[in-house]
């Protein structure tokens, strides 16, 4: 099995500009997750679903949308990408919602550059 | 809310030697407590993770945990570093989001661990 896959694993966007970022499992998880994550600071939830047509803010949403339409795919859309936005992305997915109990499986990242 | 807190950004160790890496956590209540290490140029992945059994805790590749109540600490250790073990880890704790029952969970800014031969 490929696990979780993301792409691209690297991109340069200038400011304003939109891009999505690609996120498939093949593992049947229902839940999946998208993290960015800034150096010395830790993974932050942007957003996460819990099936197909289900999705839900995290803590850091703004300046992103996501679209959960299969069970295995969940893109994350940057619109008017700003230098904020500059991060590694991770998705994520778990076969339980209950973290307690489940572990996340993590893609390998895509790093993205706003200039 | 609940916070985990790694005490140190970088912790550099010779092949050999124990490794320790320190964790605090911050909870309202019970936590589920979990180390995921990440190598570089790959994603995070799950090392071991505590959910209110025993007390110790062992995971893959020798590390093993201690959660300890009255320290609020959950430190991961290992006998003997390998140079494979150098990479960043990130202790983390679940936290209950009121109405939804979604667990989520919260990073630790990561510590990275150095392995000299």
């Known amino acids: 099995n490929a696990g979780v896959t993301q792409t691209p694993k690297f991109h340069i966007l200038k400011i304003g500009q939109s891009m999505t970022l690609q996120c498939t499992q093949d593992?049947?998880?229902?839940?999946m997750y998208w993290y960015r994550q800034d150096p010395g600071m830790g993974l932050k939830l942007i957003y996460y679903s819990v099936g197909a047509g289900i999705t839900d803010k995290g803590e850091v949403p703004n300046g992103y949308n996501v679209s959960r339409s299969t069970t295995e795919d969940f893109p994350l859309r940057l619109e008017l990408a700003a230098p904020s936005q500059t991060s590694v992305y991770f998705c994520?997915?778990?076969?339980?919602?209950?973290?307690?109990?489940?572990?996340?499986?993590f893609g390998e990242g895509s790093r993205l550059t706003v200039l | 809310a609940q916070s985990v807190t790694q005490l140190d950004s970088h912790v550099s160790v010779s092949e050999g030697t124990p490794v320790l890496l320190r964790c605090n956590y911050s909870?309202?209540?019970?936590?589920?407590l979990f180390w995921y290490v990440q190598h570089p140029n790959k994603g995070l992945q799950l090392l071991l993770k505590y959910t209110s059994a025993a007390t110790l805790v062992k995971g893959i590749n020798g590390f093993e945990a201690e959660f300890k109540k009255s320290e609020t600490s959950f430190h991961l250790t290992k006998p003997s570093a390998h140079m494979s073990d150098a990479a960043e880890y990130f202790c983390?704790?679940?936290?209950?989001?009121?109405?939804?029952?979604?667990?989520?969970?919260?990073f630790g800014t990561g510590t990275r661990l150095l392995v000299s031969p």
């Open positions: 593992m049947n998880h229902n839940y």
């Open positions: 983390v704790v679940s936290e209950s989001r009121r109405n939804t029952g979604f667990q989520k969970l919260v």
């Open positions: 909870s309202s209540y019970s936590p589920s």
């Open positions: 994520a997915s778990s076969y339980y919602m209950d973290a307690n109990t489940g572990e996340l499986f």
